[in-house]
């Protein structure tokens, strides 16, 4: 133990006068009671204060620079590395009267240092495990570097892919949400309480912040109580059920009230209702901003609603630290109120174990071997592979050779090291990650012919190149087209209000087509995109997505066949704006589309049909389905049921195909979905293998809100749908004969993940 820690315990033995440095619980507990009692307001108050500091990961020279950060805060954002944390640590704890540690907090959003596909683009790997993975692998590099929290995984619904934000998701499904939020919240935290890579985890925005009206981040959200309640609250339960440190509030109102003083959503049901005891932290600036909703005439006002509504922490605002000792002194926020608020933030830290070392997570030695390892980037190219989306293939034109004669590449985006990232993408380098055309140069043999040439930029302004490019293409076996948006298109407050190519890469597009040469098409984008002409005239398309460091390495394993791809869509893509919002579990009509019959819901100028449909995704083989066999014709509601599908690999190839389970209650008392996902699996098939895949339904599938919005089965007939994408006809059915009103909230994690985890932890931490 060093002088700062000797120090640090030393008082503590004082301090917390003869309870147990180990503890059991309840004696954990004692600790911080016994520190809240010392207390003073302002320190109080401090602990509930998050301070902007970025200090971009450079130790600190000058103690100027540690100046802006009071010696009683609780939490700073944006401040890491080992060396840099340590010192700001040791400065806040020699310089405050309690010595009470700091949370250094970060957007580790899909990696810190080595970085993983953005979460809409490993959604698409329908992985639950891998997230698992990539997360720990992330929180390993980030709590190597000093840091102790992070604001993710964000677990917003998103069915407008206008909004920006869409790329930090995973889609417009609440089931396959729900699946990836439990997998990386146990990611971030792991499975060890003591060990020193674990992070605490924040769910955001709660809640409906991708339900922005117009796409437009920050916007207001109209949802109604049953969309809420079915669509958008139920990935944040599943979040508090796998045991989610914080929550975050959305920036956007529902019906009439800011989320940062939203107390029935925030007090009644989160804390309520589902037993939420962690920490709730306002999104930046959050409580300020309930002056510019026009719900507080003041930051005083402001400040009493954040409390009153239980948001704990403050970020950036600077306003309890302002008008919070006036509030408690008045009266008018309750002693209880801020006692309650400061326990839970000193409790997160505990649970850290700050208090027993406050510079466990500031290990320079441990940040040099942790940061950006083979490992690492290893783990990073698996997700690469797994997250592409194979959207056409005709005529079998992946994989490609690696001995083509004479290979083109176009667009900038190839070469675009930064894009690779993609948006929030923490401390990742550009200089560090793999670019398609680097990717591809180190696949293909040295006898074939690269040629090189941007053609189009990515935002309609540089298209001088296109002739060059159309040239080159003229003499080729193939040309590979990297279309789509780079990273700063996509991410907070990038809204788009079309979903097209830029007006540059259509154009070039065009006289690729034209040459009439072997085409593939990989798009990279942060959001679906409406691209009809390539839908329509391109051979071979690809969902490349932003992959991370290893995107190259992964696109080219694609390409060339060294893997076949195995990614489904986590989101609808549209033909078009005009479509938006278009998703697959709509509800039925009166007059459902029909192109026969003239007064039906549909388009009068398109298609009301997605281009793409949530769950699509080819492969390099080719895979059949049986039809489903559910154990039971019939059953009560308290039963549980089996369903067994055979699925075969009919190709020459290898593949990994991602069985899907839609469900779909035939009629109810309120309006069902057309079918809704209840159950998904990754399957290894070689060519010729078949295999049984089994999924098991219970009350939780067969349930719904009823009128009233309590939670019943109704007895009645029900559809299972099993096959490749949400649009299979591979169906059976069954019949509920006894239903009943259902106690308790029942659970929100998909039934594959209510078991343990099993995630082995050596990959990133060396542990048994």
């Keep these: 133990m060093d002088g700062r820690n000797f120090f640090f315990a030393a008082f503590l033995a004082i301090a917390l006068a003869g309870t147990s440095h180990a503890g059991?619980?309840?004696?954990?507990?004692?600790?911080?009671?016994?520190?809240?009692?010392?207390?003073?307001?302002?320190?109080?108050?401090?602990?509930?204060?998050?301070?902007?500091?970025?200090?971009?990961?450079?130790?600190?020279?000058?103690?100027?620079?540690?100046?802006?950060?009071?010696?009683?805060?609780?939490?700073?954002?944006?401040?890491?590395?080992?060396?840099?944390?340590?010192?700001l640590q040791h400065k806040v704890i020699e310089e405050s009267r309690l010595h009470i540690p700091l949370l250094f907090s970060y957007d580790v959003l899909h990696g810190f240092r080595t970085i993983f596909p953005v979460p809409l683009a490993e959604a698409a790997s329908w992985d639950p495990?891998?997230?698992?993975?990539?997360?720990?692998?992330?929180?390993?590099?980030?709590?190597?570097?000093?840091?102790?929290?992070?604001?993710?995984?964000?677990?917003?619904?998103?069915?407008?892919?206008?909004?920006?934000?869409?790329?930090?998701?995973?889609?417009?499904?609440?089931?396959?949400?729900?699946?990836?939020?439990?997998?990386?919240?146990?990611?971030?935290?792991?499975?060890?309480?003591?060990?020193?890579?674990?992070?605490?985890a924040t769910a955001k925005h709660f809640v409906a912040y991708g339900a922005a009206e117009g796409g437009r981040d920050y916007n207001t959200a109209d949802v109604s109580e049953r969309?809420?309640?079915?669509?958008?609250?139920?990935?944040?339960?599943?979040?508090?059920?796998?045991?989610?440190?914080?929550?975050?509030?959305?920036?956007?109102?529902?019906?009439g009230t800011p989320m940062h003083a939203n107390r029935t959503l925030l007090n009644d049901i989160l804390r309520r209702q589902w037993g939420f005891d962690g920490l709730v932290i306002s999104d930046y600036k959050g409580v300020d901003e309930l002056m510019k909703h026009g719900t507080a005439a003041s930051s005083m006002t402001a400040v009493h609603l954040a409390m009153e509504t239980t948001v704990d922490v403050d970020m950036a605002s600077g306003l309890y630290a302002k008008d919070l000792p006036a509030l408690i002194k008045s009266g008018e926020v309750s002693q209880r109120s801020l006692d309650d608020a400061v326990r839970r933030v000193l409790q997160a830290k505990q649970k850290l174990g700050l208090f027993d070392d406050p510079y466990r997570y500031s290990d320079p030695t441990r940040e040099q071997a942790l940061t950006l390892t083979p490992e690492t980037r290893v783990l990073a190219r698996e997700?690469?592979?797994?997250?592409?989306?194979?959207?056409?293939?005709?005529?079998?034109?992946?994989?490609?050779?690696?001995?083509?004669?004479?290979?083109?590449?176009?667009?900038?985006?190839a070469a675009d090291s930064s894009s690779t990232l993609g948006p929030f993408a923490a401390t990742g380098r550009p200089n560090e990650s793999v670019t398609i055309l680097e990717g591809i140069k180190s696949a293909v043999s040295p006898t074939t012919h690269l040629v090189y040439v941007p053609g189009a930029s990515s935002d309609g302004e540089e298209h001088s190149e296109i002739d060059e490019a159309a040239r080159a293409a003229m003499d080729c076996d193939a040309v590979i087209a990297v279309l789509g948006e780079s990273s700063d298109m996509s991410g907070e407050a990038r809204s788009r209000a079309f979903l097209t190519l830029s007006a540059a890469q259509e154009k070039l597009l065009a006289r690729l087509i034209a040459t009439r040469k072997p085409l593939v098409v990989i798009l990279m984008n942060g959001r679906p995109l409406a691209v009809p002409t390539v839908a329509e005239q391109a051979p071979a398309i690809i969902e490349s997505w932003f992959l991370g460091s290893e995107m190259g390495h992964g696109v080219a394993d694609v390409l060339f066949g060294d893997v076949s791809p195995s990614g489904k869509l986590p989101i609808t893509v549209p033909r078009s704006v005009g479509q938006v919002p278009i998703y697959y579990e709509h509800k039925r009509t009166g007059r459902k589309p029909d192109t026969a019959i003239a007064d039906t819901s549909k388009y009068i100028d398109q298609l009301w049909t997605p281009l793409y449909p949530f769950g699509h995704g080819l492969s390099y083989t080719t895979f059949t389905?049986?039809?489903?066999?559910?154990?039971?014709?019939?059953?009560?509601?308290?039963?549980?049921?089996?369903?067994?599908?055979?699925?075969?690999?009919?190709?020459?190839?290898?593949?990994?195909?991602?069985?899907?389970?839609?469900?779909r209650d035939d009629f109810a008392s309120v309006t069902r979905p057309v079918r809704s996902l209840r159950g998904f699996k990754r399957v290894k098939l070689m060519p010729g293998e078949t295999r049984a895949v089994n999924f098991v339904l219970d009350q939780d599938d067969f349930a719904l809100l009823d009128k009233d919005f309590l939670r019943v089965v109704e007895p009645g007939m029900f559809t299972i749908f099993v096959g490749g994408s949400s649009t299979?006809?591979?169906?059976?059915?069954?019949?509920?004969?006894?239903?009943?009103?259902?106690?308790?909230?029942?659970?929100?994690?998909?039934?594959?993940?209510?078991?343990?985890?099993?995630?082995?932890?050596?990959?990133?931490s060396g542990e048994d």
Excluded at 47 to 63: E, F, M
Excluded at 133 to 162: C, N, Y
Aim: glycine share 6%; no cysteine; net charge neutral.
């Design 24 to 87: 059991s619980e309840v004696d954990r507990n004692d600790r911080i009671e016994i520190l809240l009692k010392q207390m003073t307001l302002e320190e109080k108050v401090g602990q509930l204060t998050q301070q902007v500091r970025y200090n971009h990961s450079k130790p600190i020279t000058d103690d100027q620079d540690l100046n802006p950060v009071p010696p009683q805060t609780g939490s700073v954002i944006g401040f890491y590395g080992a060396q840099a944390t340590r010192q």
């Design 129 to 200: 495990d891998l997230a698992q993975r990539t997360a720990r692998a992330a929180a390993a590099e980030a709590t190597a570097s000093g840091l102790h929290w992070t604001f993710a995984p964000m677990v917003d619904i998103a069915r407008d892919p206008r909004w920006g934000r869409v790329v930090e998701g995973a889609g417009e499904d609440p089931f396959l949400n729900s699946a990836l939020t439990v997998a990386r919240v146990r990611g971030y935290r792991g499975m060890d309480a003591s060990n020193a890579l674990n992070m605490l």
């Design 227 to 255: 969309t809420l309640r079915e669509v958008y609250l139920p990935p944040f339960r599943a979040a508090v059920e796998a045991g989610v440190d914080a929550i975050m509030p959305g920036l956007n109102e529902i019906a």
């Design 383 to 413: 997700a690469a592979r797994k997250s592409i989306v194979l959207l056409k293939n005709d005529g079998d034109l992946l994989p490609l050779s690696k001995d083509l004669r004479r290979l083109v590449v176009v667009g900038a985006l």
């Design 625 to 663: 389905y049986s039809a489903p066999t559910p154990s039971k014709k019939k059953l009560t509601f308290s039963e549980v049921l089996s369903v067994q599908v055979t699925v075969r690999n009919t190709g020459q190839r290898e593949g990994e195909e991602v069985v899907q389970l839609y469900l």
């Design 728 to 764: 299979t006809e591979n169906q059976a059915s069954f019949e509920v004969t006894q239903g009943d009103r259902l106690t308790g909230l029942g659970s929100a994690i998909p039934r594959m993940l209510r078991a343990p985890s099993t995630l082995n932890e050596r990959l990133v």
